[in-house]
């Protein structure tokens, strides 16, 4: 299955911390990179006041098992430091799980599609630049999605980029 992940960062380095993550994922056998979004510069959505984040999107294939990608996804962002303060509160990195194949679940550990993704620009707008053909399962093109959504405050970072893992 191909799965698509989102990566935010709003404390330290937080392009080291997305290249960081992009590294670690594909850095065991199993998973093969598809694609990277270019970054963009969010402001934050929800909880306490805090800094602008760092946001892109990759995406992978061969994932068997969304379980065992969750618990990577969740090994990488303590790896980097993540302290799980406050709900939506500032991270030095965050990893979601945004679509793995056609799978649905409601699952509160591991919600598929992510339940708030088709409403974040800083999710759909990378999304449809690493695959401008992007479907969200259950609600449609990306493309479409993003009509929908308030874009002002996603701006591209054009003097940043991340590297496909080597
Ligand atoms: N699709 C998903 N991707 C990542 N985590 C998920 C997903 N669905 C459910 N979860 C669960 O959500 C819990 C909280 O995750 P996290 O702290 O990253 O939330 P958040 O990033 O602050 O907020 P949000 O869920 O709105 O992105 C995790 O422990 C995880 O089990
Ligand atoms: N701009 C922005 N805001 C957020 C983000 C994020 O990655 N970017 N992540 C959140 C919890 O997942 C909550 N708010």
Do not use: C, K
């Amino acid at each position: 299955m191909r799965a698509v992940l989102a990566l935010g960062s709003n404390l330290g380095r937080r392009i080291d911390h997305l290249q960081g993550a992009v590294d670690a994922l594909f850095d065991a056998p199993g998973l093969t990179f598809v694609a990277v979004s270019p970054v963009y510069e969010t402001d934050p959505v929800g909880g306490p006041e805090q800094g602008p984040y760092l946001n892109a999107v990759v995406i992978a294939d061969g994932v068997h098992d969304a379980r065992t990608l969750l618990d990577r996804a969740q090994s990488i962002e303590n790896a980097f430091g993540r302290e799980r303060i406050e709900r939506w509160g500032p991270r030095t990195l965050d990893v979601d799980l945004i679509a793995v194949g056609d799978l649905r679940s409601d699952d509160p550990e591991l919600t598929l599609p992510h339940p708030r993704a088709h409403e974040r620009a800083f999710v759909l707008v990378p999304w449809v630049r690493a695959d401008p053909d992007a479907v969200l399962p259950g609600r449609g093109s990306v493309a479409a999605l993003l009509a929908e959504v308030d874009q002002r405050g996603v701006r591209p970072r054009t003097d940043l980029s991340l590297v496909p893992p080597a």
